[in-house]
């Protein structure tokens, strides 16, 4: 996918299993792209965060179903000279980030927080908004990105 601005602030989500807390929705309001690496569960999540901003979404573990047919396990973000890979199980990473020229490595399942960088590719997990593990409280992130800058900040909630 490509996106035509070269500046902008896109929201991470991941793990929400069914539900989107108030809180996220509010967390969510006015950005420009909305990023959900995976186990979205339900289509109503995906309906919810389209009222909010164009959503890119990949498939996670648990997305099966006919609802879920349309996700891939894998997108490549284009914003101005950022590239973003996209997928939910990291141990699933099938490419070399850094070889194949990525910005960044977006992914969920772990449903805790991070961000490390590794052979100049950042990779972000923004946690889990709504069932977060081992000590992590609710979390999304989001992304601000000019040209080829990107600039993550996590978002703790509640």
């Avoid at 965060?49 to 648990?62: E, F, T, Y």
């Avoid at 996209?86 to 490419?95: A, E, G, K, Y």
């Avoid at 990105?145 to 978002?155: A, D, F, M, Q, Y």
Wanted: glycine letters at 8%; hydrophobic letters at 40%.
């Amino acid at each position: 996918m490509k996106v035509k601005s070269d500046s902008l602030t896109a929201a991470v989500i991941s793990d929400t299993h069914g539900v989107l807390v108030p809180e996220a929705l509010k967390r969510l309001m006015g950005v420009d792209l909305i990023i959900h690496a995976g186990d979205i569960d339900t289509p109503a999540v995906l309906s919810e965060l389209s009222r909010i901003a164009p959503v890119v979404a990949v498939q996670g573990n648990m997305d099966r179903g006919r609802w879920a047919s349309h996700l891939c396990e894998i997108e490549a973000i284009e914003i101005g000279e950022c590239l973003l890979y996209v997928l939910h199980d990291i141990n699933r990473l099938d490419i070399d980030p850094s070889a194949a020229g990525m910005d960044a490595v977006v992914h969920g399942h772990t449903h805790q927080p991070s961000d490390t960088m590794q052979n100049g590719v950042r990779f972000l997990n923004p946690g889990s908004a709504t069932n977060p593990r081992r000590n992590s409280p609710p979390s999304l992130m989001k992304l601000y990105i000019r040209g080829k800058v990107l600039h993550p900040e996590l978002v703790l909630l509640g």
